[in-house]
């Protein structure tokens, strides 16, 4: 967890833009044109090698494959997407392309299907949760690079990610149930999982439902010294989905769907970095060797609990109709999110109380956010995705509403509250966020073989919010006052692509996005609103499919310019917004994958991205030249498969999976308590046997059981001194046995 009391919460190169494990085998329900992967990234169904921009799929099989449970267990296996983990599924900073979330919300936006989820507003503290579907029921995720603004809107500088559920079947029944048990090393505990899909054709060829539910327990893996306690960071996550299509008339369907998702957890998978005397005083930087272990390295020490809880209810309807002259798509979705964080702040707030009470204390940190989201989309697009002219015209708006209550506790050693002290501090930030828009895009190809198009989308958020604050030690004004703003923001796009090839591309992209802005908390001397963040994205890319679809190569170089960015200023521990100078990314994204005989494949992923500041940041925050936080300059990942029958209908497949990241700064490297994560590299490995029915695997994840870290932190106390680190490693070695079946 944050330790801090927040108010606001290059050149062509090659590259693979699936992820290996996507191009090796896709998933038989994915919808393929001749073997190729198709993705809507566009908000039309292309072939990805005709998509003139970079994307990695992972498919439903991948994510099987060794049992994936949360966006980190894939995240170093897509070129260019960093995941920095607080300790839980849920708790996550998501990063792409270098791109951090340098302020409270996010710089990636989310899309399930048709319709986005999370806020865009800075006070619901998008950029510190991630949405992390348990994946049973998805039939892809597409991640797009680069600013999506025009399509996709706000909060997508970075890039988006989109999770593609399965429809349902109008004509075939089908029936899937399975489950696993693994062990974590570290852990005295078993994990176990289990999961049932069916789909039924109501009526053959009209209407068709799908229904799915999966549980997964995962058990803790960390103690805490203070008082003995082991595995102090189990959680357990539950998806529930269930979905109608009606297939009214060939030209006209509607599709009802209900999402429901819980993510709860009985502490953090975090543990502690102890920092040596001469560097607990000042501001001396740590050393990365300086850092030693609190006990076995896996360990903590806390005297309040931890916990976690993230629930989310998510409605969707979606209608397409063919008017003969274009297609039609109306998209509405409602979405309910609800998060509880708490967590022990003794280190932090605690050494107040004695200079209060004139004796010891304890101090808890807890947080309750809740967002409400509507959104509709109606869109219009060419009816005969063959024709030479293409085009897509459509409009947004979205409603958000959220709550953001944080508290500061002071508390007895017994844990009961200290009177005329408790609480130490208050925070209610309710805040109304409103998004009207209209987009469109359009392209021409020419002779078959080059297309030139472009985007242009306005949109226009005015946002409403609420300080209410209190504090009975003074850490925060007295406060109940209103704050408001409004801005009109203009995004566009620009591309050219040349088909050297039926299933090979040249291409070059050119996209803008931004962040909304919004109004600022309200302190002396600090400006009423802050303003958006732009980002320009200039991209050279090739794609290609060859040896009769045998190997796949994809490349993508990139320049990132990123202006006004939007950043959490903190003074004495309260926080405020700013917006601040301008960094760049430039990088190379490079993989390939190739199957030379039916039996035998291997793919190659890997991302070069150095990012960095261009100006000097307020507040500390950062001076030109600094490396941009949570980004890695190298990752990559390897993946060889090998297949090969077993007798009768029975085939078996070893795969494995290297993967490496690049050390990676927690803060700007000339932060006061910036601290340098190391590289790490991991080995997964799976064996599988399955006929058309059946499949049981043994896999292994994190097979050296490498005690890599995905995120740092320095705690500091109220006063600005040094605590210790708070890390999160990568999931101790897990070895487990999966078993499906399918009907």
């Known amino acids: 967890m944050n330790k801090a009391f927040f108010l606001t919460g290059s050149i062509v190169a090659l590259a693979v833009a699936t992820s290996a494990q996507a191009q090796e085998g896709i998933d038989p329900t994915d919808r393929a044109v001749g073997g190729e992967i198709v993705v809507t990234a566009q908000k039309r169904e292309q072939r990805l090698t005709d998509v003139p921009s970079a994307i990695s799929v992972v498919g439903a099989e991948d994510l099987e494959q060794f049992q994936a449970a949360s966006l980190t267990d894939i995240a170093a296996k897509v070129p260019g997407l960093q995941v920095d983990s607080g300790g839980t599924p849920g708790q996550a900073t998501v990063?792409?392309?270098?791109?951090?979330?340098?302020?409270?919300?996010?710089?990636v936006g989310t899309y399930i299907d048709e319709a986005p989820i999370g806020s865009s507003s800075i006070y619901a503290r998008s950029g510190q949760f991630a949405a992390d579907l348990l994946p049973y029921d998805l039939e892809r995720i597409e991640i797009l690079k680069g600013p999506q603004g025009t399509l996709y809107g706000a909060s997508s500088i970075g890039g988006l990610l989109k999770y593609v559920t399965r429809d349902p079947d109008l004509n075939r029944s089908e029936y899937r149930a399975g489950g696993d048990v693994f062990d974590i090393a570290s852990s005295g505990d078993l994990g176990y999982s289990g999961r049932v899909g069916v789909n039924l054709p109501v009526v053959e060829g009209k209407l068709a439902l799908r229904a799915s539910y999966s549980y997964r327990a995962t058990p803790g893996f960390v103690d805490n010294v203070s008082n003995g306690d082991r595995d102090i960071n189990d959680y357990s996550?539950?998806?529930?989905?269930?979905?109608?299509l009606w297939q009214a008339s060939p030209d006209f369907s509607l599709e009802f769907a209900g999402l429901w998702q819980k993510v709860k957890a009985d502490g953090y998978g975090e543990t502690r970095l102890l920092i040596p005397e001469p560097y607990l005083s000042g501001t001396a930087p740590i050393p990365p060797g300086a850092l030693q272990p609190l006990g076995d390295g896996r360990s903590t020490s806390v005297t309040l609990p931890s916990l976690f809880e993230n629930e989310l209810l998510y409605l969707t309807a979606t209608a397409k109709a063919d008017l003969g002259f274009a297609d039609f798509v109306s998209a509405t979705s409602y979405s309910d999110s609800r998060t509880y964080q708490y967590g022990?702040?003794?280190?932090?707030?605690?050494?107040?109380?004695?200079?209060?009470?004139?004796?010891?204390?304890l101090s808890a940190f807890y947080i309750t956010l809740d967002l409400q989201k509507f959104t509709q989309e109606f869109r219009f697009s060419t009816a005969d995705g063959g024709a030479p002219f293409q085009w897509l015209i459509g409009g947004f708006y979205t409603h958000e509403k959220s709550g953001n209550q944080q508290v500061v506790t002071a508390q007895n050693l017994d844990r009961s509250p200290i009177a005329g002290l408790d609480?130490?501090?208050t925070a209610g930030l309710p805040s109304t966020y409103d998004e009207y828009a209209v987009f469109g895009q359009a392209s021409y190809t020419f002779a078959d073989v080059f297309e030139i198009g472009g985007g242009?989308?306005?949109?226009?958020?005015?946002?409403?919010?609420?300080?209410?604050?209190?504090s009975a030690a003074g850490l925060v004004p007295t406060a109940d006052d209103p704050g408001s703003s409004s801005e009109e923001v203009v995004t566009w796009s620009g591309f050219a692509r040349y088909a050297i090839a039926p299933r090979a591309s040249l291409y070059a992209r050119v996209a803008t996005g931004y962040r909304p802005g919004g109004p600022n908390v309200i302190l002396p001397n600090i400006p009423t609103s802050v303003g958006s963040d732009r980002l320009t994205n200039y991209e050279l890319g090739v794609k290609a499919d060859i040896l009769d679809n045998r190997a796949s190569i994809e490349a993508s170089v990139f320049q990132m310019d990123w202006t006004d960015i939007q950043l959490s200023v903190s003074t004495g521990g309260v926080s405020h917004f700013d917006n601040a100078g301008s960094a760049r990314a430039r990088g190379v994204e490079i993989g390939a994958s190739i199957r030379p005989d039916d039996r035998f494949s291997v793919g190659l992923n890997a991302a070069y991205t150095h990012a960095k500041l261009l100006d000097d940041a307020p507040g500390g925050n950062g001076l030109a030249g600094d490396r941009l936080p949570a980004v890695p300059k190298f990752s990559a990942s390897i993946t060889p498969q090998y297949d090969f029958p077993l007798g009768g209908d029975w085939t078996g497949s070893i795969a494995t999976s290297m993967r490496f990241v690049g050390d990676r700064y927690s803060a700007?490297?000339?932060?006061?308590n910036a601290i340098k994560l190391p590289d790490y590299t991991a080995f997964d490995l799976s064996l599988r046997a399955s006929n058309e029915r059946w499949t049981a695997q043994i896999y292994v994840r994190n097979l050296t059981d490498n005690r890599g870290l995905l995120s740092g932190a320095v705690s500091t106390s109220a006063f600005g001194t040094r605590n210790y680190v708070t890390a999160v490693p990568i999931q101790p070695r897990t070895i487990g046995l999966a078993v499906d079946f399918k009907y």
């Open 344 to 361: 022990d702040f003794t280190d932090v707030y605690g050494p107040l109380i004695p200079l209060l009470t004139g004796g010891p204390g």
């Open 237 to 244: 996550q539950q998806s529930a989905r269930v979905a109608a």
């Open 95 to 107: 990063t792409l392309r270098g791109i951090a979330a340098l302020g409270a919300s996010t710089t």
């Open 456 to 470: 242009l989308r306005w949109a226009r958020n005015e946002q409403d919010f609420r300080q209410i604050s209190d």
């Open 423 to 425: 609480p130490l501090a």
């Open 668 to 672: 700007t490297p000339s932060s006061a």
